[in-house]
C-alpha cells in the first residue's frame, strides 16, 4: 500500500514518542493498541494546541472520537523513538478529521497512517453538536 502522506510536510503538529518495554507483543514487536496509544498522546496534545482545552468546556459537552482508519505498513521493534504528524483534513458542522501518520525518527515515509473523525458532543442532551466556532477558527485544514 502507497502511504497517503509521503512527505512529512503534510503535517502542522508534531510530537516524538519513545517505544516502552511494555509496548511488546509476544512476537517482540510493537503491539498495534501501542501505536493507537501513541497517536492519542499526540492527537489530544494537537487539539489542545489548536485552542481547544479538554476541560475547558463546561463539563457537559466535549468532543468523542466516532471512528478511525489505521493502516500499518511496516514494523517496529523497541527501542525506537518516533515522530508523529497530526493535521486537521476536514472540518464539518459537528465532526472534523484529523490525519496522522508515525514515522521513525529520519525516516520520511510513515510506518502507520490514521484518520480520525471526532465529534462534538452534548453528554446531557446525548447528541453531537456544532462545532464551535472559536475552535474552527484555528484549524488550517490541509
Not at 5 to 26: A, C, E, H, V
Not at 70 to 88: K, L, R, S
Request: hydrophobic share 35%; proline share 3%; aromatic share 12%.
Amino acid at each position: 500500500m502507497k502511504p497517503k502522506y509521503s512527505n512529512r510536510n503534510d503535517f502542522d503538529f508534531w510530537s516524538k514518542i519513545s517505544t516502552r518495554w511494555i509496548d511488546l507483543d509476544g512476537l517482540r514487536h510493537l503491539n498495534h493498541a501501542a501505536y493507537l496509544s501513541y497517536m492519542e498522546t499526540s492527537r489530544l496534545n494537537y487539539i489542545q494546541s489548536l485552542g481547544y482545552d479538554m476541560h475547558r468546556w463546561d463539563q457537559t459537552t466535549s468532543i468523542i472520537l466516532a471512528s478511525m482508519e489505521v493502516d500499518y505498513m511496516e514494523q517496529a521493534t523497541h527501542p525506537a523513538d518516533f515522530d508523529i504528524g497530526q493535521c486537521v483534513s476536514r472540518v464539518g458542522k459537528k465532526s472534523f478529521d484529523i490525519s496522522t501518520a508515525v514515522f521513525k525518527q529520519g525516516d520520511n515515509l510513515p510506518i502507520v497512517q490514521a484518520k480520525f473523525v471526532l465529534v462534538a458532543y452534548d453528554y446531557v442532551n446525548n447528541r453531537s453538536i456544532l462545532v464551535p466556532e472559536d475552535f474552527k477558527k484555528h484549524c488550517r485544514v490541509s
